[in-house]
């Protein structure tokens, strides 16, 4: 009786294949069931944000501010909170504020959509004022459980309320941006740097050379570590 594994390996021998029979089944699932898995972690962490109780941000606010982008990104922006336009529209980023990102974003060849953006808080501060540090302690769980699902590559924390949130209050933004630092959330480390909220810059264009090179900076290091944007 023929053997037909002997006849194979002759006729991929004969194609000079470097082909390696392995009995063991392929995976073809699990980058699905990964994705599968993110989905769902991030409908829950969406849920518990609607839940949260006794918090002034939502009573004032009219939708929860989630995020945008891909959430398959190896890319994640966290900026402040909602304004107005956001408020309305439920998407982070979307007002003055959003159309400058979507400019800084365009000059170092990055397509909004291929990244993941979200805020510190999700909810629209009244009259836009800045987040207290008690509503910034308080949504920092949640942001700190939004970056573990998306598991980004590089972190960028536009303006001081996302400094705060996630490296301290006792840091300078004018003094520490620009700096590629590592922040480690639940035992996994996350490269991370920090520049101004697109915001501030409208308020102090002066400020817009540093920030340009901050995004230098940030194109180097996507380039250095051959993502795709």
């Given at each position: 009786?023929?053997n037909?594994?002997i006849?194979?390996?002759?006729?991929?021998?004969?194609?000079?294949?470097?082909?390696?029979?392995?009995?063991?089944?392929?995976?073809?699932?699990?980058?699905?069931?990964?994705?599968?898995?993110?989905s769902?972690?991030?409908?829950?962490?969406?849920?518990?944000?609607?839940?949260?109780?006794d918090?002034e941000?939502?009573?004032?606010?009219?939708?929860?501010?989630?995020?945008?982008?891909?959430?398959?990104?190896q890319?994640m922006?966290?900026?402040?909170?909602?304004?107005?336009?956001?408020?309305?529209l439920?998407?982070?980023?979307v007002?003055?504020?959003g159309?400058l990102?979507?400019?800084?974003?365009n000059?170092?060849?990055?397509?909004?959509?291929?990244?993941?953006?979200?805020?510190?808080?999700?909810?629209?501060p009244?009259?836009?004022?800045?987040?207290?540090?008690?509503?910034?302690?308080?949504?920092?769980?949640?942001?700190r459980?939004?970056?573990?699902?998306?598991?980004?590559k590089i972190?960028i924390?536009?303006?001081?309320?996302?400094?705060?949130?996630?490296?301290?209050?006792k840091l300078?933004?004018?003094?520490?941006?620009?700096?590629?630092?590592?922040?480690?959330?639940?035992?996994?480390?996350?490269?991370?740097?920090?520049?101004f909220?697109?915001?501030?810059?409208?308020?102090?264009?002066?400020?817009?050379k540093?920030?340009?090179?901050d995004?230098?900076?940030?194109?180097?290091?996507?380039?250095?570590?051959?993502?795709?944007?």
């Amino acid at each position: 009786m023929v053997n037909k594994e002997i006849l194979n390996q002759e006729f991929l021998k004969s194609i000079e294949s470097e082909y390696i029979f392995d009995n063991a089944p392929i995976n073809r699932f699990k980058k699905n069931k990964e994705n599968d898995d993110a989905s769902e972690r991030l409908i829950c962490l969406k849920d518990k944000i609607k839940s949260i109780q006794d918090c002034e941000l939502k009573k004032f606010a009219k939708n929860l501010v989630f995020s945008d982008g891909n959430p398959k990104s190896q890319i994640m922006i966290v900026g402040e909170g909602p304004g107005e336009k956001e408020d309305l529209l439920g998407k982070p980023f979307v007002g003055e504020a959003g159309m400058l990102l979507n400019k800084m974003l365009n000059a170092i060849k990055i397509k909004r959509e291929n990244i993941y953006i979200t805020n510190v808080v999700n909810y629209r501060p009244p009259n836009n004022r800045k987040p207290e540090f008690s509503e910034i302690k308080r949504y920092s769980v949640f942001l700190r459980e939004h970056i573990s699902i998306i598991n980004p590559k590089i972190l960028i924390l536009m303006g001081s309320t996302a400094m705060e949130a996630l490296l301290g209050q006792k840091l300078k933004i004018s003094k520490e941006r620009g700096k590629w630092k590592e922040i480690i959330i639940n035992q996994k480390t996350f490269i991370t740097i920090l520049t101004f909220h697109p915001a501030y810059l409208l308020r102090q264009p002066d400020q817009k050379k540093f920030s340009w090179e901050d995004l230098k900076n940030i194109r180097k290091k996507i380039d250095e570590l051959n993502i795709k944007v």
